[in-house]
C-alpha cells in the first residue's frame, strides 16, 4: 500500500496538471474568441468602406449624369442660337441686296428718262436726216452703256449675296462643331468594389483535448504518487539495510 505522504504528492500533482489544463483550455478558448472577434470587426469595417466607395461612385456618376443633361441642353440652346444668328445675318444680306436692285432700278429710269429727254433734244434741233440718225443712234447707245453697266451691277450683287450665303452657312457649321466639342464625354459608372472577404471563423480547443489534458494530468499526479512511494520505500531500505 501507498504511504499517505505519496498520495498527497500525488493529488496535489494531479490538481496542479488539472489546473493548468484547464487554465490553457481556458486561454486557448479567449484566445480564439479574441480573434473571431477581431475578425468580425475587421470584416465589417471593411464591407461599410466598400459600401461607401460605391455610393461615392454611385454620387459622382449621378453628378456627371446631370452634368451631360445640362450639356446636352446648352448644346440644343447654342445650336437655336446659331440658326438664328444666320438667319439674321441672312435677312440682312438680303434687305441689302433687295436696297440694291432699288437703286439699280432708279439708276435704270434715270437712264431712261434721260435718253429720252436727249431724243427730244435732238428732235427738236432740227438737224438734217442723217445728223439727226446719228444722235439719235448715240443716245441708244449711251442708254445701251448705261443699262449694262447697271445689270453688271446687279449680277455682282447678287453674287457678293450668294457668297455671302455660304458664308452664313460656314460660320454655322463652325460655331456648330464647336459647340459639339465642347460636350463632356458620355459618363459610364464605375465598378462596383468587390466584397470584402471574411476571415475563417479560428477554432478554439475542444472539449475533447481539455478532457485528455486532465486524464493526462491525473495519470502523471498517480505516477508521481506511486514513484514517491517507490523511492521511500528504496530509500527506507538502504537505511535500514545501512
Do not use: W
Not at 484547464?22 to 470587426?41: C, D, F, P, S, V
Not at 444666320?86 to 440682312?92: D, F, L, Y
Not at 436726216?129 to 442708254?143: A, I, K, N, P, V
Not at 446687279?154 to 452664313?168: L, P, T
Amino acid at each position: 500500500m501507498c504511504d499517505p505522504v505519496s498520495v498527497t504528492l500525488g493529488a496535489v500533482s494531479a490538481a496542479g496538471g488539472m489546473m493548468q489544463a484547464q487554465a490553457q483550455h481556458k486561454a486557448a478558448k479567449a484566445a480564439a474568441a479574441r480573434q473571431n472577434h477581431i475578425n468580425e470587426l475587421n470584416y465589417r469595417n471593411n464591407l461599410n468602406i466598400a459600401k461607401e466607395r460605391d455610393q461615392a461612385k454611385a454620387r459622382d456618376y449621378t453628378r456627371k449624369l446631370q452634368a451631360a443633361a445640362a450639356a446636352q441642353t446648352a448644346l440644343a440652346q447654342q445650336q437655336q442660337l446659331n440658326v438664328q444668328e444666320r438667319n439674321r445675318a441672312s435677312i440682312a444680306a438680303q434687305q441689302k441686296l433687295q436696297e440694291a436692285g432699288t437703286e439699280i432700278a432708279f439708276e435704270q429710269q434715270a437712264a431712261i428718262a434721260k435718253q429720252i429727254k436727249a431724243q427730244g433734244t435732238v428732235l427738236a434741233s432740227q438737224q438734217s436726216g442723217q445728223s439727226m440718225l446719228l444722235s439719235l443712234m448715240d443716245t441708244e447707245r449711251q442708254l445701251g452703256f448705261e443699262d449694262a453697266q447697271l445689270r453688271a451691277s446687279m449680277v455682282d450683287a447678287n453674287k457678293a449675296y450668294r457668297i455671302q450665303e455660304y458664308g452664313f452657312d460656314l460660320d454655322k457649321f463652325t460655331a456648330d462643331v464647336m459647340a459639339m466639342n465642347r460636350l463632356p464625354a458620355a459618363p459610364t459608372a464605375q465598378q462596383a468594389s468587390f466584397a470584402p472577404i471574411k476571415e475563417p471563423e479560428v477554432q478554439g480547443p475542444s472539449g475533447l483535448g481539455l478532457m485528455g489534458g486532465m486524464l493526462s494530468a491525473a495519470a502523471g499526479g498517480a505516477a508521481m504518487g506511486v514513484g514517491t512511494h517507490a523511492a521511500g520505500k528504496k530509500a527506507g531500505i538502504s537505511i535500514m539495510g545501512g
